[in-house]
């Protein structure tokens, strides 16, 4: 099991930057992937990036070159670096913990945190 909070979100005007965390209640080394995903109102939910434990990571099209996603292991915490940001950014984030490794046991986790809402106005 594992619990995720997210934070950062926020109201910011086209073009400007917001950083998203998101912090885990146990190691992130214990966890095979952590990704961000976004749900805009009447729009299914989405994955933006995700970020595995040996650090390799995947991006949606839609935020390839302008958001970045990082982790610090030390404080079990997932960033998502939001630059260049358009008025379809708007959505709320959620963080998301897919499974354990199989050093770990491998158990599906699927854990997801409560959001945080990001508004971009043009």
């Known amino acids: 099991q594992v619990q995720l909070v997210e934070s950062g979100g926020g109201l910011v005007q086209a073009g400007g930057s917001l950083r998203l965390s998101c912090v885990a209640s146990?190691?992130?080394?214990?966890?095979?992937?952590m990704g961000w995903y976004r749900q805009a109102p009447g729009k299914q939910r989405e994955l933006v990036a995700d970020?595995?434990?040996?650090?390799?990571?995947n991006y949606a099209d839609s935020v390839k070159g302008r958001f970045t996603i990082s982790r610090d292991n030390a404080k079990n915490t997932v960033f998502l670096q939001m630059n260049s940001l358009k008025p379809e950014d708007t959505a709320v984030y959620y963080c998301?913990?897919?499974?354990?490794?199989?050093?770990?046991?491998?158990?599906?986790?699927?854990?997801w945190g409560q959001g945080t809402l990001v508004t971009v106005s043009s």
């Open positions: 998301n913990a897919d499974r354990l490794r199989l050093t770990y046991g491998g158990g599906r986790l699927d854990a």
């Open positions: 146990r190691s992130l080394f214990s966890i095979n992937a």
């Open positions: 970020i595995t434990y040996g650090g390799d990571t």
